[in-house]
């Protein structure tokens, strides 16, 4: 299977510890991106990297989150001291750079804090 | 701000008639949109999309229509299947090549 994959599926910890999660996105393609999704709404963007630069962050990673892309293949998303506010799926997705390319998305990480 | 809305949260559709999913953006500096369907526990998927200088593109049943004056897009699903059942995304991207999503219509269709 050469699509986009995450892990671990899911996560549960306590509130106050770290977690890192890890992506794997398709081979080819440069781009990679994490987004959080929390009930009843539509993904939203964390972050995302061309190659392994970081080109863009939102307002919603607060300094408790990090993303890293150090070799521009697999990325890691660490969280640091947990919040239940945390508690949501991380999407990883990645495309090719350019116009008009489709992000391909994996299955994503369920993370629960206690 | 909401800058993609999508208005339906649910919509009930019989087998084999047509599903029409509505999305509305507000940001007239998107350029690209796109459509996904996302079961439980799983990823989105990504289905059809579109570029703002059409205003229409199909691909097998899907079909997606784009008013750029009105800033609407729409979802096609013609002849509708059990399987189709599932959540459908609205997705929008200008200049930064992020996504933006709305919060999704859940489609079911009935036999």
């Known amino acids: 299977d050469t699509g986009v994959s995450q892990d671990p599926r899911h996560k549960i910890t306590k509130r106050g510890q770290n977690v890192t999660f890890r992506c794997d996105p398709i081979?080819?393609?440069?781009?990679l991106y994490w987004y959080r999704q929390t009930l009843g709404q539509g993904p939203e963007f964390l972050t995302y990297?061309?190659?392994?630069?970081?080109?863009?962050k939102s307002r919603l990673l607060s300094d408790r989150f990090s993303a890293e892309r150090p070799k521009g293949s697999f990325s890691t998303l660490e969280i640091q001291r947990t919040e239940q506010g945390d508690s949501a799926m991380y999407l990883c997705a990645s495309k090719l750079s350019g116009n008009y390319n489709e992000q391909f998305f994996g299955p994503g990480t369920r993370l629960t804090v206690l | 701000d909401q800058q993609v809305k999508q208005n339906s949260p649910s919509l009930s559709v019989q087998e084999g008639r047509i599903s029409i999913l509505n999305c509305d953006y507000t940001?007239?500096?998107?350029?690209?949109f796109l459509w996904y369907k996302k079961y439980p526990a799983e990823g989105p998927t990504f289905l059809i999309s579109i570029s703002s200088i059409k205003d229409k593109n199909e691909d097998g049943r899907f079909t997606v229509f784009l008013n750029k004056s009105a800033k609407h897009l729409s979802l096609h699903i013609v002849p509708s299947q059990p399987g189709d059942s599932a959540v459908y995304f609205c997705a929008a991207s200008g200049d930064t090549d992020k996504l933006i999503f709305g919060t999704g219509t859940r489609l079911q269709v009935f036999p």
């Open positions: 940001n007239s500096m998107f350029d690209y």
């Open positions: 990297f061309q190659n392994e630069a970081q080109l863009e």
């Open positions: 081979s080819e393609h440069n781009r």
